[in-house]
């Protein structure tokens, strides 16, 4: 099996894939969560893990768009803690350093820290916290990144400071393979809806969950892409209460929305 994550190389998706695959022998790296679902359509790889939210920034719009640009199912989920650490290429005090380097969602991981400490520090905005570390590695400035312990392993880096998350940061990641291995049987089920831009067109449609004891645990809403003047729901819903199966919660729902994409039901962690 060949496996594939968001790189670069030391990245906490890395960490999580380690830990969903232990037996894995190798994993690729890709340079983007597109290229991740392209390279998995293409039969590159066979399986990706992708971040899908955290605790404090939220949902990665990326990835739930591509979940309903690409022909794609999803078979599970793992729930990584996130020890963010702030590092650096020389043992500099906190008040010398002159810049800071990070992904946004890890610098809004880290905001009280970053007001406390680092107030007034300039901050540069990479694609990854990786990346953040490649670019402090090099800078002639004195400079930090946000990044993780195994990142400053793997790329030699002084640890100035650790544990400098917020508290109670976790970042989830989902596991993807083409559509065509997809499952109906599960705990945990996600799918995409589109309904028109109408009144009480949600409140309908969430009724079908509700009427059947299903708990609901994530929805997101986006202006469609595929069907003009309407919008698309991901949702994600827990059916562990009811075992309601899906072919019931499709055709009720298929009454009220314009256009239906299950995506697959597994077994929900953390």
């Known amino acids: 099996m060949c496996y594939a994550?968001?790189?670069?190389?030391?990245?906490?998706?890395?960490?999580?894939?380690?830990?969903?695959?232990?037996?894995?022998?190798?994993?690729?790296?890709?340079?983007?969560?597109n290229e991740l679902f392209?390279?998995?359509i293409n039969g590159e790889v066979d399986d990706i893990l992708?971040?899908?939210?955290?605790?404090?920034?939220?949902?990665?719009?990326?990835?739930?768009?591509?979940?309903?640009?690409?022909?794609?199912?999803?078979?599970?989920?793992?729930?990584?803690?996130?020890?963010?650490?702030?590092?650096?290429?020389?043992?500099?005090?906190i008040e010398e350093l002159e810049l800071l380097v990070s992904h946004p969602a890890a610098l809004m991981q880290c905001s009280s820290f970053i007001e406390k400490n680092l107030p007034h520090i300039r901050t540069e905005i990479t694609s990854s916290t990786t990346r953040a570390v490649q670019i402090v590695k090099e800078e002639e400035?004195?400079?930090?990144?946000?990044?993780?312990?195994?990142?400053?392993?793997l790329y030699d880096m002084k640890i100035l400071f650790s544990g400098i998350e917020n508290s109670f940061n976790k970042t989830r990641f989902i596991h993807v393979k083409r559509a065509e291995e997809i499952k109906y049987k599960g705990e945990k089920g996600s799918l995409i809806f589109s309904l028109d831009n109408k009144p009480g067109a949600l409140y309908k449609a969430l009724q079908v969950f509700a009427r059947k004891n299903i708990?609901?645990?994530k929805?997101?809403?986006?202006?469609?892409?595929?069907?003009?003047?309407?919008?698309?729901?991901?949702?994600?819903?827990?059916?562990?209460f009811s075992r309601v199966s899906?072919?019931?919660?499709?055709?009720d729902l298929a009454v009220y929305s314009k256009d239906i994409k299950f995506l697959g039901m597994y077994k929900k962690k953390g």
Do not use: M
């Open 219 to 240: 929805i997101e809403s986006r202006r469609s892409c595929k069907i003009e003047d309407s919008f698309a729901f991901y949702i994600e819903f827990d059916n562990s």
């Open 50 to 93: 992708t971040p899908i939210d955290n605790t404090h920034a939220g949902s990665i719009d990326n990835t739930i768009q591509a979940l309903n640009d690409y022909n794609v199912s999803i078979h599970g989920e793992i729930v990584l803690d996130i020890e963010q650490c702030l590092l650096s290429s020389h043992d500099y005090k």
């Open 38 to 40: 392209e390279r998995l």
């Open 246 to 251: 899906v072919k019931e919660i499709l055709d």
């Open 141 to 153: 400035k004195k400079a930090a990144a946000i990044g993780s312990r195994y990142a400053a392993s």
């Open 215 to 217: 708990n609901l645990v």
């Open 5 to 33: 994550v968001l790189g670069p190389k030391g990245s906490f998706s890395e960490d999580a894939a380690h830990l969903y695959w232990p037996k894995a022998d190798e994993i690729y790296v890709a340079s983007s969560i």
